[in-house]
């Protein structure tokens, strides 16, 4: 029963502080290396709770997400749907569309053409059939 409440408590403060971490975005300044014996200060921008002579390779989790956050090259790049067509800047490769409403619009008109050909389709072959 002890046993099972402690553990609890304890993975419950874990997650938190890496929530609260995550949020920051920046980790505080004035935290030292969480491995016992070690006074390494930390980077407020290092997410991991421990310097990087003992981050190696068990930590990788938490690594991994501030990889993902570096900074992405900024592009310009022309609204795929065609009656827009505008000009915008992005620096997410995938992004085809100036805004939301476009990439909608897009979307929509893309559904209309495949029903519109659909029917098409299925005109065609009545009148086969017939
Ligand atoms: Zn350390
Ligand atoms: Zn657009």
Same mark, same amino acid.
């Given at each position: 029963? +002890?046993?099972?409440?402690?553990?609890?408590?304890?993975?419950?403060?874990?997650? *938190?502080q890496v929530?609260d971490a995550v949020r920051a975005k920046t980790y505080g300044a004035h935290r030292v290396c969480a491995?016992? &014996?070690?006074e390494t200060r930390l980077s407020a921008y290092n997410p991991s709770t421990i310097c990087a002579?003992?981050s190696?390779?068990?930590?990788? +989790?938490l690594k #991994?997400p501030t $990889?993902?956050q #570096?900074?992405? +090259?900024?592009?310009? $790049?022309?609204?795929?749907? !065609?009656?827009? &067509?505008? +000009?915008?800047?992005?620096?997410?490769? %995938?992004?085809?569309?100036?805004?939301? %409403?476009?990439?909608?619009? @897009?979307?929509? @008109?893309? =559904?209309? @053409?495949? $029903?519109? =050909? !659909?029917?098409?389709?299925? *005109? %065609? &072959? =009545?009148? #086969? =059939?017939?």
């Amino acid at each position: 029963m +002890e046993y099972r409440s402690t553990g609890g408590l304890r993975g419950r403060r874990l997650s *938190l502080q890496v929530d609260d971490a995550v949020r920051a975005k920046t980790y505080g300044a004035h935290r030292v290396c969480a491995v016992d &014996g070690c006074e390494t200060r930390l980077s407020a921008y290092n997410p991991s709770t421990i310097c990087a002579l003992h981050s190696g390779g068990w930590r990788d +989790e938490l690594k #991994r997400p501030t $990889r993902k956050q #570096r900074p992405r +090259e900024e592009m310009t $790049r022309y609204c795929s749907y !065609e009656p827009c &067509g505008r +000009e915008f800047v992005t620096s997410n490769p %995938a992004k085809k569309y100036c805004s939301d %409403a476009c990439r909608m619009k @897009a979307f929509q @008109a893309r =559904a209309v @053409a495949a $029903r519109q =050909a !659909e029917l098409g389709h299925s *005109l %065609a &072959g =009545a009148r #086969r =059939a017939s």
